[in-house]
């Protein structure tokens, strides 16, 4: 079942029980339709990983701004905020341990031979595309920098 069926599913589910979650999904919907429109155009279909870009990236929208709320003192919206991240949290797979991700990288830096800090740009893509979008790319950016740096080994 691919993303796009779990949230109709969940839609469904939400509106007869006139659930808070129903608008957070009918945004997300939306977001995944747009961006279906946005490859058509380009002659291409959208994958299960683009759809996990999506609320990946709608996920990142909802915590910075959940952040600018509780920075400017406004806890009531950041606290409506975080219950949608809530919501957009229960359609991205689980993150893979981030012991897993270290191994992972040093697999994939052998395997590829790549050393230096030069190389970074391209273990990352490397271990975002093993992980088909089910880790965070800061976290992998920050965990090859670590990596391929010598001096903060």
């Known amino acids: 079942m691919t993303v796009s069926q779990k949230i109709e599913q969940a839609m469904k589910t939400a509106a007869?029980?006139?659930?808070?979650?129903?608008?957070t999904l009918r945004l997300l919907k939306a977001a995944l339709q747009n961006e279906a429109i946005a490859f058509r155009g380009k002659g291409q279909t959208l994958t299960a990983t683009d759809e996990l870009t999506v609320v990946r990236r709608e996920l990142k929208r909802r915590?910075?701004?959940?952040?600018?709320?509780?920075?400017?003192?406004?806890?009531e919206l950041a606290a409506r905020e975080e219950a949608e991240v809530q919501v957009l949290r229960r359609y991205l797979p689980p993150a893979p341990a981030i012991e897993e991700v270290r191994q992972t990288i040093k697999n994939l830096q052998q395997q590829l031979v790549l050393s230096g800090p030069a190389a970074a740009g391209q273990?990352?893509?490397?271990v975002l595309d093993y992980y088909h979008g089910a880790v965070d790319g800061s976290t992998v950016s920050q965990e090859v920098r670590r990596i391929l740096t010598p001096d903060s080994r």
Do not use: F
């Not at 007869?16 to 608008?23: G, H, N, P, V, Y």
């Not at 915590?63 to 806890?75: D, G, I, M, S, V």
């Open 123 to 126: 273990l990352i893509k490397a």
């Open 63 to 75: 915590q910075e701004a959940a952040e600018l709320y509780k920075n400017n003192n406004r806890p």
């Open 16 to 23: 007869r029980a006139r659930s808070a979650d129903l608008a």
